[in-house]
């Protein structure tokens, strides 16, 4: 299981993907909202989405693990 983990902190606007959902390499995932401005979170593995952690609206920090995607 690959973590995806955010490299950001902001709030998760919103979520590109759905749990069981399969996906590409550096395809998108979710949009954080951050002091910078809006951050795309891509996954580096393709693979299914097995679990989203956090949802529009949730804060996240850096290395706060966003998604697990099974790269099987």
Not at 4 to 20: A, K, P
Not at 27 to 44: K, W
């Amino acid at each position: 299981m690959y973590e995806l983990r955010s490299s950001s902190e902001g709030t998760v606007i919103r979520v590109e993907v759905d749990e069981g959902q399969m996906v590409g390499e550096d395809d998108e995932i979710a949009v954080l909202d951050t002091e910078a401005g809006r951050v795309v979170v891509i996954t580096d593995v393709p693979g299914v989405v097995r679990e989203l952690y956090f949802e529009a609206g949730y804060p996240v920090t850096p290395g706060k693990v966003i998604a697990l995607i099974d790269e099987s």
